[in-house]
């Protein structure tokens, strides 16, 4: 019964945190999800056409059947503009889903880029590349489902105890959004690349209160960066990093994959990836705490990558979930033709 208490205890502290904090979704695997990080990565590929699928589910072991969902897809294409430079143009859709309460989020976007070659060579390249993208939004929650401190006892939940509810304005509405990037990227050779980038969101800082007061979304700062080097003939390492910063909120996901070429040649886009990861985030007001260490893996034939990675908590909550925490899945599939044009950008 003291487990039972727990976990809803937990699940309120949950759903109070989603609901003050209004912080926005993540992926582990975020060099999968290229239109959620940045929109600057719009279109940079070395095909011409990109389709994305995500999807993570997190707390399962505490929340069962009402377990955080996440998913995401995306499409995006790159189109070239004179002799070297390249428009981007992508949509994407994704969704989220809390606990008891539904809180969920959905969300369209349209997104745009446009990269300019700013030295280099057919072989050898660097670029800048700008990014802005426009959303509209959809928030909602069941309130009839939540469950309040004055209503959990020694013997657990009881709905038919009285409490306090808040003045639901409104359950469902929409907004709309607004966000920017950059990214520099330079092509070494076949390789051997570096990437650094910074994205922007909720430039227009929206209201998404449920309750008719002015709750207006943090904006979110975004930078992130990632390189690929040879260790030796089809072993390559590939370190990433991201760091977000979103009201008090700060989080920072870094580690690294090893790619092991399959293919005939170290060249061909047939690899195997293994990588671990660790994230950590700051307590508010003040203080530092571990999050999740992170097995991934992935692996890549032609135009498909298949990535699957796992968070294993860490963080206080591993008392309610031991060493559970979320596992997370991605699809990406190329579109690729003639091209003419030399290397381009690296291969995320």
Known sequence: MNKLISRIGILIFVLSSVSLSAQDIHFTQFYMSPLNLNPALTGVMNCKTRMVANYRNQWAAVLAANAYNT?????????????????????????DVAGESRFGTTQGRLSLSYSKKMAGYR??????VIGADGAL???????????WPTQI?????DPTLPFNEPNFQDTDFLYADIGAGLLWFSVIDNNTNWYLGAAIAHLNRPNVSFLGQTVNLYSKYTIHAGLQFELQR????LPFGVFMAQGPHRSLNA?????????????SNQSFEVGAWYRIGN??????HSDAVILSTRFNYENFGIGFSYDINVSGLRQASPANGAFE?????????PESRGVYCPRF
């Open 137 to 147: 939004s959809s928030r909602s929650i069941s309130n009839k489902d939540l469950r």
């Open 123 to 128: 072989k050898k390249a660097s670029y800048l």
């Open 234 to 237: 089809k072993i390559s390492m």
């Open 71 to 95: 998913y995401s897809v995306s499409y995006d294409q790159k189109i070239p503009v004179g002799r070297e430079d390249y428009f981007g143009i992508g949509g994407s859709l994704w969704g």
């Open 153 to 157: 006892t020694a013997a657990g939940f």
């Open 329 to 337: 899945f991605s699809l990406i599939y190329n579109i690729c033709g």
């Open 283 to 288: 307590k508010v007001p003040s203080g530092l």
């Open 255 to 267: 580690g690294t994959n090893f790619r092991f070429a399959l293919g005939p040649s170290r060249v």
